[in-house]
């Protein structure tokens, strides 16, 4: 019969069965079968085996059979080798004592490379390295105990521990990511504990750093302690088995100038604990108190990023583990290279994101005013942890009169030019605010002001101006989604105010609209970063928003409108997880008003009698608001801030007093020029009266109106 040999392939998800009388390969914990080699055998100790048991002659992951299972007499036969003579004996040809070693018995095998590059987990089952006869090593199969990684014994096991690792720390994004993705890698595969040091402080791209190097201790990592079956880490190393790492090293390291320490960081290339620079280094970093790691149990690297050394990592292993070899210093510098470029990298990026958020903090506002009646909350949610700016702006600017103006905009983008445009619309808002403008000019302007920053950019704006006294408010729209209205009753009202064309289109005229704006109601100012993403349209978003606030006025009652906070916050939570495309800049105002009997408003003419006039006006208004024992400060006051009006004014002069938390008096007339404060000579005869002003006041001021000015000042009821 025909002798033909076929060769088949095993794949990885066919498990190849033995054959009768044919004993079965040994596996490994990982499933797969394993290869035997297979010794030189004689021709008596082969005819002694079955020949389906010597399968270590063929190439490694191939076998070979004969058609149907038999051999050439035509009987039942058993595979024959290739290579092999009659009865099974190999034939002695070179090279073949090298290629299988003599002395391997026939239960000794070879283990597969772990598939994701790490060699040993610990924990889990792993082959012993095991002396054998001849001074070679062969693997046991035997478990090693708990916390006892196998030692990567070849060059594989160290290029996928390294990529691996690699891999790892480069996943880190901060500073503590990065070092934290050191020590994981490294523990317990590589090492038994690690200790890293950096420099304190960091120098930052091509700064300089300033005074000594100091090395301060980052991070430590270690096995744990119930994997520890030994009783403790590196007894010489460390005398308390159940202290940290951090409790018995120095925290901080001065690397003095020429010194080992010093002399082993400029080398840049790891060293041994046994070196000589290592043994008088490693007293010098870890402090002369704490006993050192002996032989090459410990490996120092230094950790070098672009331009210069920014700290150190240790590495340490247990006394009955197998010391470090002398390809594990190319493993450490591969290792202490990739983490030492990583955190230069950090330290850029967050240089980077702090100095994006300090231009965001400053381009906001830190605090929101507090002008009579209207109380405000707001918010700022950026687009994205890793874009912390954005051109989205929010602002309450008070105005003459105890009137507020309430502006909201959004520039296209969220990088660092949206951010430095929306700093100088901001501005320029509030520049046009102090004119006391109205709001269609301030928006005319603001879309001059974005034409001769450049011709692209573009921006929304929404201008409200509220005045307390008259319950009113009016709406300027510069293509801006329109405010939403919470009444006091918990209806909610999407406010028609007119669209307009966006800032930076130039050529537009912007129209005003105004509105009611009882007592008790809530305006809400936001971005299009909250009712538009790519999971819905703004108009949607809109809606969705309407009904959130009247769903939260229902909780509190139509008697009593939600805090402020709280509704920002539960606005806030409509946000869905797809619906953070864009920063977030979010303005509420709660109208309380100023009732009519808190306020008195008279015409003065501009005559000699009108400070006479304005002191009885004023003692009488004290009386009915039973605040008596202000008169003589207020009398006072309203005297000096009228005559100077009567001074250099040709129109009647208007007065105006406001009791709220404060009592408030405002004197407007027609001259532009704003008055100075200066400190008269003892021969003037005037120039005292703003001085008296200053020195009784609890605040006053000067505002420029389009028709003139008003000087105002503030006293304390109490």
């Not at 002659?57 to 299972?69: E, M």
């Not at 005013?369 to 687009?383: D, K, N, Q």
Request: charged share 25%.
């Amino acid at each position: 019969m025909d002798s033909t040999r076929v060769t088949e392939h095993p794949t990885s998800h066919e498990r190849r069965q033995p054959s009768a009388g044919r004993p079965s390969a040994p596996a490994d914990p990982r499933g797969a079968l394993l290869r035997t080699p297979e010794p030189l055998q004689t021709p008596s100790s082969s005819a002694a085996l079955p020949a389906q048991a010597r399968t270590g002659d063929a190439p490694t992951g191939q076998g070979t059979t004969t058609p149907c299972g038999k051999g050439p007499s035509g009987g039942q036969g058993t595979p024959t080798p290739p290579g092999t003579g009659p009865g099974g004996a190999k034939p002695s040809t070179p090279g073949a004592e090298h290629s299988q070693p003599s002395d391997a018995g026939p239960d000794a095998h070879r283990p597969r490379p772990a598939p994701e590059g790490i060699p040993a987990q610990p924990g889990g089952e792993q082959d012993r390295v095991a002396p054998a006869a001849g001074g070679g090593e062969r693997r046991t199969g035997q478990g090693l105990p708990p916390g006892g990684p196998m030692p990567m014994r070849r060059d594989g096991d160290r290029l996928r521990f390294v990529g691996a690792a690699t891999r790892r720390i480069a996943r880190g994004i901060d500073l503590d990511e990065i070092v934290m993705g050191l020590c994981r890698a490294t523990v317990p595969t590589f090492s038994d504990a690690i200790l890293v040091y950096l420099r304190d402080p960091l120098p930052v791209g091509d700064e300089r750093p300033i005074g000594p190097m100091v090395l301060r201790l980052r991070r430590t990592d270690r096995i744990p302690e119930d994997r520890d079956t030994d009783g403790g880490f590196l007894t010489a190393f460390q005398p308390e088995p159940a202290s940290e790492l951090s409790a018995v090293t120095a925290e901080l390291s001065e690397v003095r100038p020429g010194g080992a320490l010093a002399e082993v960081l400029r080398g840049v290339r790891p060293v041994f604990a046994d070196a000589p620079a290592a043994r008088a280094a490693l007293p010098e970093l870890l402090g002369d108190d704490l006993p050192m790691p002996g032989g090459q149990r410990a490996i120092l690297a230094p950790l070098r990023g672009r331009r210069r050394v920014i700290g150190a990592a240790l590495f340490l292993r247990r006394p009955e583990r197998m010391a470090f070899e002398a390809d594990d210093l190319l493993v450490a510098a591969q290792l202490a290279t990739h983490s030492a470029l990583g955190i230069d990298k950090a330290v850029l990026y967050g240089r980077e994101a702090y100095i994006a958020d300090e231009l965001q903090r400053t381009m906001l506002p830190e605090t929101l005013p507090r002008p009579t009646g209207v109380r405000l909350a707001s918010r700022y949610l950026p687009a994205a942890e890793t874009a912390r700016v954005g051109g989205d702006w929010y602002d309450a600017i008070p105005l003459p009169g105890s009137r507020v103006a309430l502006v909201v905009g959004d520039v296209m983008g969220h990088s660092m030019t949206s951010a430095a445009i929306m700093g100088q619309l901001r501005t320029t808002a509030q520049t046009l605010a102090g004119l006391d403008l109205p709001p269609q000019e301030v928006l005319h302007h603001l879309d001059e002001q974005a034409q001769r920053l450049g011709t692209d950019r573009m921006a929304t704006c929404l201008y409200a101006v509220y005045d307390p006294v008259a319950h009113r408010i009016t709406i300027a729209n510069a293509g801006h989604p329109p405010p939403v209205l919470l009444h006091l009753g918990g209806r909610a009202e999407v406010l028609r105010v007119p669209p307009g064309a966006p800032i930076g289109v130039g050529g537009v005229d912007f129209e005003a609209v105004e509105l009611d704006a009882p007592a008790g109601a809530t305006l809400l100012l936001y971005t299009d970063g909250l009712v538009e993403s790519r999971l819905r349209d703004v108009w949607t978003g809109i809606e969705q928003l309407r009904e959130k606030l009247a769903a939260t006025a229902q909780l509190t009652g139509p008697d009593h409108p939600p805090p402020l906070e709280a509704l920002c916050d539960e606005v806030l939570d409509m946000l869905g997880p797809g619906d953070r495309d864009d920063d977030i800049a979010l303005l509420a105002a709660r109208f309380d008003g100023i009732a009519p009997s808190d306020v008195a408003y008279w015409f003065l003419e501009p005559e000699e009698t009108a400070p006479g006039r304005a002191r009885k006006l004023a003692r009488r208004a004290l009386s009915r608001w039973g605040l008596e024992e202000l008169s003589d400060s207020m009398e006072l006051l309203v005297s000096e801030v009228v005559t100077n009006a009567v001074r250099y004014s040709t129109r009647p002069i208007t007065l105006r007093l406001l009791r709220t938390d404060v009592l408030r008096c405002e004197v407007g007339d027609d001259v532009p020029q704003l008055p100075r404060l200066r400190q008269a000579r003892a021969t003037d005869e005037g120039g005292r009266g703003l001085y008296l002003v200053n020195k009784l006041a609890r605040r006053w001021g000067a505002t420029r109106l389009s028709t003139g000015k008003v000087v105002w000042f503030e006293l304390n009821r109490s």
